[in-house]
């Protein structure tokens, strides 16, 4: 579905990304893991057209990643960056509804049912103000607002992130839902490497913007020096 070949990325002056090989299979849940500035965010930067590259080939199903950002959303992939960007000032179905721009206006309750059926937290919540959400209940909706786009390919940027742990349990079996039910493609970028690799069929190692690792989730659970660093046991 995504493949990145020899990719080399600079975000600002900086050189952030050296010679990047990385494959997403159809249907896979496929985790990026790495240090803070290791450079994974600008993976899926680079990956979703919203950072250029210098040097390589990124495809999504077959095509050569280019040009604008919306196009990719339009042929199905959705990038969820980090920090839960919601518009506030609507409210949670609104919300929803804006995942579903490029849908016709008679698919929308259709594009939203999933999304509420996903997270019933949100449907408690439909006529909120998003601004007025948990973080938990925010980043639901950050995902349920993407499922409404009907994404054939989700990146996803630090999903957990300053979420309590069983917030952090709930977004993750949706995620894996997300892909086992509904054929959704995932890469997510995810700090808390425990937390990923419950999910994930295949793990990358990112460092100082190389991959440095790889291999099925199980293969890496077992490598006792990445297990040390990454899972702390």
Request: aromatic share 4%; proline share 3%; net charge negative.
């Amino acid at each position: 579905m995504m493949r990145l070949a020899d990719v080399h990325a600079s975000s600002g002056a900086i050189r952030a990304l050296h010679g990047v090989e990385l494959e997403v299979a159809e249907g896979a849940v496929v985790a990026l893991l790495g240090a803070n500035g290791a450079g994974k965010s600008t993976v899926l930067r680079v990956a979703s057209a919203m950072l250029g590259y210098e040097a390589g080939e990124v495809v999504f199903d077959g095509r050569r990643v280019e040009g604008q950002p919306n196009a990719l959303v339009r042929r199905g992939l959705v990038h969820i960056p980090e920090g839960r960007h919601l518009f506030g000032d609507l409210t949670v179905d609104e919300n929803l509804r804006m995942g579903a721009y490029l849908a016709p206006r008679s698919d929308l309750v259709a594009r939203t049912r999933l999304a509420y059926e996903l997270f019933p937290r949100l449907a408690e919540r439909r006529n909120q103000l998003a601004s007025t959400l948990s973080g938990g209940e925010q980043q639901m909706l950050v995902i349920g607002r993407a499922i409404a786009g009907q994404p054939r390919m989700l990146l996803i940027d630090e999903a957990s992130l300053g979420l309590a742990p069983l917030i952090v349990e709930a977004v993750f079996q949706v995620i894996e839902k997300i892909a086992r039910e509904h054929g959704v493609t995932t890469l997510v970028v995810e700090q808390s490497a425990a937390t990923a690799l419950r999910v994930a069929d295949h793990v990358y190692l990112l460092e100082s913007g190389r991959i440095v690792e790889s291999g099925d989730a199980a293969s890496f659970q077992q490598h006792d020096a990445l297990r040390r660093s990454y899972l702390g046991y």
